[in-house]
């Protein structure tokens, strides 16, 4: 199977969370993100995260697992920065 054609990627690292990694795979349906989110947001829940999902059009279901236990989300960013078909959003630690 293509990476084009891939509808499932369980755990990836965020440094993997790209925009080059999120063009090759556009018909991604599930996706889980493990590992150290706080590289990913600013101190305002600005993320370059959501900039990159915004790629994923068929994005339904959205993992968050955080292993930094210093790091503390304290907002989500903006709605509009989801992709539209999100139905299902996860957020661990």
């Known amino acids: 199977m293509s990476s084009s054609n891939l509808r499932t990627l369980s755990t990836i690292s ?22 150290k989110l706080a590289g990913l947001f600013n101190a305002r829940g600005e993320s370059s995260l959501f900039d990159s999902l915004s790629r994923l059009q068929e994005l339904e279901n959205l993992k968050l697992l955080n292993s930094d236990q210093t790091f503390e ?21």
């Open 14 to 35: 965020p440094e993997s969370c790209t925009k080059e990694v999120f063009d090759r795979t556009p018909k991604l349906k599930k996706l889980g993100i493990r590992g």
């Open 73 to 93: 989300l304290q907002q989500l960013p903006s709605p509009t920065k989801f992709p539209r078909r999100l139905k299902k959003l996860t957020l661990l630690n």
